[in-house]
C-alpha cells in the first residue's frame, strides 16, 4: 500500500518523465516533418505508450505495486500500445492512400475533384477544383485576348504600312491625298497608343501592381470633371449628356483612378446611345449607405445571358472588340472593374428601360 506523501511525488517523477518524452517526440515529429503521415502517426502512439510505461515504471520502482499486479499493469500497458500502433497504422494506411489518390487525380487533366475523402483532403481537393477551374477560364480568355489584340494591331498597321509604302514610293503626290495620308497614319497611332495604354493599365489590374493615392473627394466634383472630359465626344455623337449628383458625397479615393474608371463607363454608354437619345451620370448615397455613381444610357438593353460576363476580359458581346473612331481596345469595362474593386467598391450592371444602369458603389467616408 503507498505510503503517505508517496503520491505527490510519483505525481512529480511521472510528469516529469512525461514531459521529458513529449519533448523527445516534438523532436522527433519535426525531425520526421517530412515524411509519411503514417510515421509520424506512429511517433504519436509510440510517445503516449511511453510517457505511460514511465509512469508505470515510477510506480513500480517506488514498490506501490508489485508482484502478480505489477506484471498485469505492464501487460494492459503493452496490449494498449500494440492496439494503439495498430489503429494508427490503419488510419494511416487510409490518409495516406487517399492522399496519393488526391495526387493522382491533380496529375490529370482536366482535374476533378475526387470524392469520399476525409474531410480535410476534400476541402483541398474542392478548392482546387474551383482553382483549376478559374485558371481554365482565364488561360482562355488571356488566348481570346490575344487574338483580337493581335487583330487589332494587325489592322491599322497594315493600313499605316500601305499608306506609308505608297508615300515612300510616289503613287499618291497630289497635297490633298498625302495631307490625308498623313491625318489617318496619326488618327492610327493615336488609336494604338489608347490600346498599349489600356493593355498596360488591365496588366497592372491583373498583377495587382495597381497603386492608389488615396484623399477625402467630393462624387460631385468627379462628376463635373467626368462630364466635361466626355462632352467633346458627345456632341460630336449627338448624344445628349446630362448629370445629377448630390452636394456633398464624400469618398477616401484615388481621384484619377476612379475618375478613369466612370470615364469609361461614360465614354463606353455614348458610344452604345444612339444620336439624340440620353445618356446621365448620376451621384449620391444608395438606400444602404453606400456612396453610389451611375451611368444610365439608352443602349437597348444587354442580353440577360450576357449581363454576367460584361466585365469579362475575353467578353465579345453583340459587337467586335475593336479598335473605335474614339481610340481604345474595348477594354474600359474591365479596367474599371479592376479600379472600383482596388477602392474595396462593387460594380455591377443592370437594364434600366430603354438601356442599362452601370452602377459604382463605394464605402462612404464619414
Known sequence: MPQPGELPMVVAVTAGLGLVIALLGIWVMWWLRTRSIGVMMAVVVVVAVAATLAGVVAIIMEMIIEGAVKDFVLSVVAVGGLVGLGVAFVLAKRVVGESRRLVSAVRQMPFTAPQ???????????????AYARERALEGAR?????????????????????VEALEDGVVSDPLTVGRYHRQIKLEVERLSAMVDDLFELSRIHAGALRLSRSRIGLADLVADTLAGAEPLARAKGVVLTAEAAASVPVDADAGALG??????????????????????????????????????????????????????????????????????????????????AHNGMIEVVNDGPGCRFQIRLPLLG
Not at 493581335?150 to 499608306?163: I, V, Y
Not at 445571358?305 to 460584361?310: M, S, T, Y
Open 143 to 163: 488566348r481570346e485576348l490575344v487574338a483580337w489584340v493581335s487583330h487589332d494591331l494587325r489592322t491599322p498597321l497594315a493600313g499605316m504600312r500601305a499608306m
Open 260 to 341: 478613369r474608371a466612370l470615364g469609361n463607363l461614360v465614354v463606353n454608354a455614348i458610344r452604345h446611345t444612339p444620336s439624340d437619345r440620353t445618356v446621365v451620370l448620376r451621384a449620391g448615397v444608395d438606400g444602404e449607405g453606400m456612396a453610389c455613381l451611375s451611368v444610365t444610357d439608352c443602349c437597348g438593353g444587354i442580353p440577360e445571358e450576357d449581363l454576367p460576363r460584361v466585365f469579362e476580359v475575353a467578353f465579345r458581346g453583340e459587337a467586335a472588340r475593336t479598335p473605335t473612331a474614339d481610340g481604345g481596345a474595348g477594354l474600359g469595362l474591365a479596367i474599371a472593374q479592376g479600379i472600383v474593386e
Open 116 to 130: 469520399g475523402l476525409p474531410a480535410e483532403l476534400q476541402t483541398i481537393a474542392n478548392t482546387l477544383e474551383e
